[in-house]
């Protein structure tokens, strides 16, 4: 199935038809083949046709978070928020990278914005995540203001 959309995708790209968004899905397929190299090549690619491709910089943010690189995948989470600000997966993955880098206010907000463009299920399943995060800030502004 994959070779078959590849070789499709492949083909839309040397007709010039959509090309961003076909290098964006070659960058999916090789980065669930697990060709790292590969996948950021086709994101990057995808951003050279396109520098406003949300979902090109959606998938270069996780693969950044994959590889450990926390500054780079915020700044691509928080590109891809920009320009598509009602994509809500982005706002979970920028809460989770905001919590790593101990932005918990900033965290606190993003998670609270994805829960707004997710339906009641998905919402509640960052209910937990969202009380977590609000209890440790709490903890933190108490530690720091509170009696010594």
């Not at 070779?3 to 959509?18: T, V």
């Not at 920009?82 to 706002?91: A, G, I, L």
């Amino acid at each position: 199935m994959d070779s078959k959309a590849a070789e499709l995708y492949e083909k839309a790209i040397e007709e010039g038809d959509c090309v961003a968004d076909a290098y964006c899905n070659l960058g999916i397929i090789e980065s669930q083949k697990g060709n790292t190299t590969k996948a950021f090549d086709c994101f990057t690619t995808s951003l050279k046709h396109d520098p406003r491709h949300s979902e090109a910089h959606y998938n270069l943010g996780n693969l950044y978070f994959d590889a450990n690189d926390f500054r780079l995948a915020q700044m691509h989470y928080e590109m891809a928020a920009e320009v598509d600000p009602s994509f809500p997966n982005v706002y979970f993955n920028l809460a989770l990278v905001q919590a790593i880098n101990n932005d918990l206010t900033a965290a606190v907000s993003a998670l609270t914005k994805y829960q707004e463009l997710v339906s009641g299920d998905e919402g509640r399943n960052a209910d937990e995540l969202l009380r977590n995060l609000k209890k440790t800030l709490a903890a933190a502004r108490n530690s720091r203001f509170g009696p010594a």
